[in-house]
């Protein structure tokens, strides 16, 4: 998708699911209504590179009807059919062609038929009821975008990388355009060489060098401007930037401010050295500093560092939803629970009570998962997902609070 002028070069890995789009496009807030409790959400692991979804029947299709006509017993006869018709048009749709990319996402209801493909992996899982966008959370949390700004002292790149747990998923490649100095599509600049540091020797010397010198710091400053605007632009929110210390020292040093906010570490590269080297290296710092931002979190809670102090746990994290005091919402990726939700009046508990409190209507049953991402978007909150453990002494939930 092209943004301003800036438009994708390269596609380091050939997939027809861009997690990149994915990222952009996903508009699943119409999927947060808690006022349909009648949503199939299915995730399938559809990676074509495992034998038993090279089969004629894949193993992901076969989960796939076995696992909804599952989650059927047990339910009303008008639950069971609606699911059973629900069931057949999965499995229609899983035998039409085989889904690229390695995940595949399907929310499923009367007049509802939402597919995502995704390029990175998710565990078979099933939901009916509330909408189930745990696993796509996740993926927009541990797949956020990096922009790694590598610099030279006569070329520069700007890659855009989504960086996953323990791999690159994917990259887009810009290169800088001298003539607008702005990093855009098109051929790598041939100009490059041309600005490289020529031998010289003699008298003059010391003059030449410090023209150089003076040439280069105008080059960085002019790619530090460059890449402020780009970042901007792409929409990237973190930003590494790697090269010979003295080169990244320098352009960190004269990157506009808010580009400067957005910096999360630098990698020291030698000279010639280009990405597919330093790749490893970078992935390093961008995992260093989600960990770090996980840990800032929980010590947020824990320390009561919202504008109206923190809770922690299910009890005191529900009531706060409900009072729409939240304004970041933090949980544990694993985290597990059953909670009761009013369909009419939106109101919740961790008690299986019959009726509503509040209307007297009934309740239907949802895991914690299903009901958190709903509530949080009701109190325009933001939802962080958190390693798996790292708030489990707290019952894997906590939020910190807008007000009192
Ligand atoms: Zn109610």
Redo the contacts with the bound molecule.
């Keep these: 998708m092209a943004q301003s002028g800036v438009t994708t070069v390269s596609n380091r890995l050939e997939r027809r699911a861009r997690i990149s789009d994915l990222l952009r496009s996903a508009d699943v807030e119409d999927l947060l209504s808690l006022g349909r409790a009648d949503v199939l959400s299915l995730h399938l692991d559809t990676d074509p590179t495992k034998p038993e979804n090279q089969r004629p029947e894949p193993a992901y299709r076969i989960w796939a009807r076995k696992s909804v006509l599952e989650l059927a017993t047990g339910l009303g006869s008008s639950e069971r059919k609606r699911l059973d018709e629900l069931a057949e048009r999965v499995d229609a749709r899983l035998r039409e062609d085989r889904p690229g990319g390695r995940g595949l996402v399907l929310y499923a209801a009367d007049g509802l038929w939402r597919e995502y493909v995704l390029p990175v992996g998710v565990e078979n899982r099933v939901r009916y009821g509330f909408a189930d966008l745990w696993p796509l959370l996740w993926v927009r949390e541990a797949y956020t975008p990096y922009g790694v700004l590598l610099v030279h002292r006569d070329h520069a790149r700007l890659w855009v990388t989504h960086l996953g747990e323990a791999e690159l998923v994917e990259d887009e490649e810009f290169h800088l355009d001298p003539s607008q100095w702005r990093f855009a599509s098109g051929k790598p600049p041939s100009f490059a060489k041309g600005m490289g540091m020529p031998a010289s020797r003699g008298a003059q010397r010391d003059t030449f060098a410090s023209r150089v010198e003076d040439h280069v710091r105008r080059f960085w400053s002019r790619v530090a401007s460059a890449a402020g605007k780009a970042v901007e632009e792409l929409g990237v929110g973190r930003l590494i930037v790697g090269g010979p210390p003295e080169a990244a020292s320098a352009v960190c040093d004269l990157l506009p401010e808010s580009a400067r906010r957005k910096l999360v570490g630098t990698v020291s590269v030698p000279p010639q050295e280009e990405w597919p080297a330093v790749r490893e290296r970078v992935l390093e710092v961008a995992r260093e500093d989600q960990r770090r931002r996980h840990h800032e979190v929980r010590d947020r809670l824990r320390n009561g560092e919202g504008p109206g102090g923190a809770v922690l746990g299910p009890e005191a994290t529900l009531d706060a939803l409900l009072r729409r005091q939240v304004l970041v919402l933090a949980a544990d990726r694993d985290v597990d629970g059953r909670a009761w939700l ?1 369909t ?4 919740a508990t961790l008690r299986p009570d019959e009726r ?1 409190l ?4 009934g309740l239907v049953e949802a895991s914690w998962t299903q009901v958190l991402p709903a509530l949080a978007w009701r109190n325009d909150a933001q939802v962080v997902l958190l390693e798996p453990g790292l708030l489990r002494e707290h019952g894997g939930v906590g939020a910190l609070l807008r007000y009192r």
């Design positions: 009013c009419g009046c939106e109101f509503c509040t209307c007297g209507a």
